[in-house]
């Protein structure tokens, strides 16, 4: 009786030690291309997954041409639904919305206090986005349906990104340039907000969509529907984005 409890102890240690010996099951980390207004938010929101931001155009053309993603998200629903139409991306999710603001720098050398101040006499040195990328866009729409596009004289330097302006304003390289509100928030005080007209105001809207090359598509379609989840809703309205 004695040996055989110990035939049976000494199966049990084995089954142990062998569980303890084997390797964890894989997690799978997806790789997300994100506008370059999420990069505050998304790593708070899943900080195990691999991102690339940048401009939301660069990040679609990339897709485009193969590169490795599991899920797309852009600032404008212009990229995500053009992926979707080539079969490229499954179908979009709204999951946030912005807004568009003339930020400059916190000392406001230029003393600009209104969207048209832009039109004065005098060297106002202008930063904004190129036409391709959302940010852009957005601005265009913006000075069209003001009136102002002949601003446009006075910009200093096209970026291909909205981190990119804000970088070049922080520096004082600008006296202004159209951002998102969220990105004037995440300044650290940098920057300071001038609100544009509602009756100017674009319509910034998000969408995240499932690249379908993809080779983890279920766990990038819950990465997707996360965004819409209450956790992700909040960390996105304290970085101050509307609701989808």
Known sequence: MRVALSA????????????????????TRSTVFAASSLAASFPRIDGAARYSFGGSNQLALQIREGAPADVFASASPEYTRTLFRSHLVE?????????????????????????ADLRRRGSVKLIVGTPQVPVGAYTRVVLRRLGLLSVLAKVVSQEPDVKSIVAKLSLGEADAGFVYRTDVRASAGRLRAILIPARAQPNVRYEAAVVRSSNAKASARRWVARLRGARAQRVLRAAGFGPP
């Open 8 to 27: 049976a102890g000494a199966a049990v240690a084995l089954v142990v030690l062998f569980a303890s010996a084997a390797p964890a099951a894989p997690t």
């Open 91 to 115: 179908a979009p999710v709204a999951f946030a919305t912005n807004a568009l603001v003339l930020a400059v720098p916190a000392d406001n050398p230029a003393g600009i206090g209104a969207v």
